[in-house]
């Protein structure tokens, strides 16, 4: 279906229900599958090494063609959802076990070969798996690990389906000695000795301290602790405990109760110049940034633990997303067509176009299907809950977002009641209007690139971005997962 025709259908459907119907939903799996295909065509290619992940096609303006540490283990947490999702046949669920095994003998030579670099916290490498050594910022620090928690993952499902490669895989990835050589022991002692250094934050932009990049870190050594113990490393396991608790202690710092929103860094110690020159420092460019930044919410969607810290239905995690989506809503003029919710950037003040640094700042595909799985999961996590209670933080979002009339500061919404069930029910809508946001903009074949630009709504920059069909998938099997739980979809029934 061409995209006006698709968009014009989508529009008549908005006008007269109110919300999408079933007709948008087919659309939305015909994405899914799209995306799918298409990340899988990224892994598959006869042009890198096998288990590479390139973070684009485009070889030039911009140059993508490199694996990227962050989009990788991004892209590894999502192929793993796939495998465990029962979307994928068992010919696709043999490629995908490749892939990951493929993969980590790919990562396990990018993390060698960074040792004669920078270190562990080189961010990019050449699909040959060699360091890129040119000008860049430099250390990244959220990659070790994102690298250690998605391979991680990719050791228990190995257990659990107890592969043939099990053995070598253990060896591999972790052995207690020290200094570290296996793959996650290395990754979670660099994690334990820097997680106070400054370094370069996710967008590759700004030196400090970054709420993403600590929520990454306090996730692999909480993981990584659980692993120690696994593998009779009970010291290790005491110590990777305690520092990821340290870590979420430091968390709280970034939350400011004046403005209503956590903060995207701390200990600001300048930008990345641009354009990067060779040695890259820290400029003294003043942050002329509000830090509003999806970042946050990012953090909470790549970084979910067990014990819940900072988590979806954290005060503070909701306050900032409705900052977000009035801040991007008020500066993206593709917004004011109202039939989808607003498309979302990386911060307000964004002035890099997908090509350029010094231009004007987009939406983007990862950032806006983020707002969508955000709202999911948050409607499965209230889901659980036994009451809401609206505070002067958590107002704006239960008016705005989950379009609650009439709430006062004090009022308790209790589970199980009709208000309670239509703040879920409005909250899943909401997310779908998220999720038909990026299906309005996206290409007519399915293909997403990194960004859509605030004025036409064409897609920009990086063409085929792996971490923007990740980022849909991840929703789409966000919807899947709270769908399948009648109550949060009493209004709409039968529908997919
Ligand atoms: C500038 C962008 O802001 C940053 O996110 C990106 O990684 C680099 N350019 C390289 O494309
Ligand atoms: C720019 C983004 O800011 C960064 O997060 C990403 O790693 C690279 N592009 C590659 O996709």
């Known amino acids: 279906m061409s995209s006006i025709f698709k968009s014009i259908l989508f529009f008549s459907f908005v006008f007269t229900f109110g919300f999408p119907t079933s007709s948008w939903s087919l659309d939305l799996n015909a994405q899914f599958g799209r995306s799918a295909d298409l990340l899988m065509q990224n892994l598959f290619r006869n042009d890198i090494a096998p288990g590479a992940v390139i973070a684009a096609t485009s070889k030039q303006n911009p140059e993508y063609f490199y694996h990227w540490v962050r989009d990788a283990g991004l892209v590894l947490e999502t192929s793993l959802d796939l495998y465990e999702s029962g979307r994928v046949n068992s010919a ?4 995908l076990q490749k892939f990951f095994l493929d993969h980590v003998l790919f990562s396990q030579k990018a993390q060698q070969n960074s040792l004669n670099a920078g270190g562990l916290g080189e961010p990019k490498f050449f699909v040959d798996a060699q360091v890129y050594t040119g000008p860049w910022g430099r250390p990244q620090n959220d990659g070790p690990a994102l690298r250690s928690s998605s391979l991680t993952r990719v050791l228990s499902i190995a257990i659990r389906e107890n592969w043939p490669q099990l053995e070598e895989l253990k060896k591999i990835l972790y052995q207690s000695q020290l200094p570290a050589q296996s793959m996650l022991k290395m990754d979670l002692e660099y994690v334990t000795k820097h997680w106070h250094d400054i370094n370069v934050d996710l967008w590759e932009e700004v030196y400090g301290h970054h709420f993403y990049t600590l929520m990454t870190q306090r996730k692999a050594l909480l993981v990584g602790s659980q692993v120690a113990q696994a593998f009779g490393d009970p010291n290790a396991a005491q110590y990777y405990l305690q520092q ?8 709280n710092r970034f939350w400011d109760p004046n403005r209503g929103y956590i903060y995207a860094t701390l200990s600001y110690a300048g930008t990345v110049s641009k354009p990067v020159t060779k040695n890259a420092r820290p400029t003294n460019k003043v942050l002329n940034k509000s830090q509003l930044d999806s970042a946050i919410i990012l953090a909470v969607l790549h970084s979910e633990t067990a014990d819940d810290a900072f988590s979806f239905t954290d005060d503070r995690v909701i306050s900032t997303f409705q900052k977000l989506a009035d801040s991007f809503n008020a500066i993206y003029p593709i917004n004011k067509n109202t039939a989808a919710a607003p498309a979302w950037g990386r911060y307000p003040e964004d002035t890099y176009d997908g090509y350029q640094t010094n231009s004007v700042g987009n939406p983007w595909v990862l950032t806006t299907a983020g707002a969508a799985e955000y709202l999911y999961r948050l409607a499965m996590k ?19 977002t989950a379009q609650l009339p009439n709430l006062q500061i004090g009022k308790t919404l209790v589970r199980g009641t009709a208000d309670y069930n239509q703040m879920l029910q409005n909250m899943m809508n909401e997310a779908d209007r998220y999720f038909s946001r990026v299906l309005l903009h996206s290409h007519s074949d399915g293909s997403l690139s990194e960004q859509i630009n605030r004025h036409t709504g064409f897609m920009q920059g990086a063409t085929n971005l792996s971490w923007s069909h990740a980022s849909v998938i991840t929703a789409k099997l966000s919807r899947d997962r709270a769908n399948s739980f009648a109550d949060l979809r009493k209004s709409n029934r039968g529908r997919r």
Request: glycine residues 4%; proline residues 0%; hydrophobic residues 25%.
């Open 92 to 95: 696709q669920k043999q490629r």
């Open 244 to 251: 990821s608790q340290r870590i979420g202690q430091d968390l």
């Open 382 to 400: 209230l889901r659980q809950r036994n009451s809401v209670t609206i505070n002067q933080y958590n107002i704006d979002f239960y008016t705005r």
